[in-house]
């Protein structure tokens, strides 16, 4: 048992230093299959990388980014987000966001889920994100939920 609570720290020990501070997932209606998460990571630690994330409510997570071609905006996938040292990664809907493809139900308002952060040293951070029709800014400010792990 030791063993196991021994590497389960370690798995957590480099991203204890990461902090959500805000975030949401967007509500969609029941016919559309995809959404997207948004939130704001605080690092107090080295520089790290955003390289996947893990949900059970849809088949696919990717990361994305907004870029403008010849006038167009389009969408694309990415290998990574930098979580830079001492700063902070944000995610919101004209730039950077996690997209959630081939959702598996449609996900209430108000409700939360859970995703996994994957970051390049191995760590993973747990995170719960609420469902909602709004962005962050228009929530009224910040809501603070820190998770330490």
């Known amino acids: 048992m030791f063993k196991f ?3 389960s720290c370690l798995s957590f020990t480099a991203s204890a230093n990461v902090v959500l501070v805000d975030g ?9 299959p995809n959404t997207a998460a948004y939130f704001v990571l605080q690092n ?22 907004v870029i403008e071609e ?5 969408m694309r996938q ?4 930098s979580v830079p ?5 944000r995610l919101d809907e004209s730039g950077e966001h996690v997209m959630l493809m081939g959702l598996k ?6 409700q939360n889920v859970e995703l996994v952060l994957h970051f390049n040293d191995g760590s993973q951070l747990p995170i ?3 469902v909602s029709k709004q962005d962050m800014a228009k929530e009224g400010g910040h809501h603070h939920h820190h998770h330490h792990h």
């Open 78 to 81: 990415v290998n990574s987000f």
């Open 128 to 130: 719960s994100l609420k």
């Open 44 to 65: 107090h630690g080295p520089n790290l990388e955003l390289v996947s994330v893990d949900v059970d409510f849809a088949k696919e997570a990717q990361l994305h980014t």
């Open 105 to 110: 139900h449609q996900l209430p308002v108000g």
């Open 85 to 89: 040292m001492h700063g902070e990664l």
């Open 5 to 7: 609570l021994l590497l």
């Open 70 to 74: 010849n006038g167009v905006v389009k």
């Open 24 to 32: 949401f997932v967007r509500a969609m209606p029941a016919s559309v």
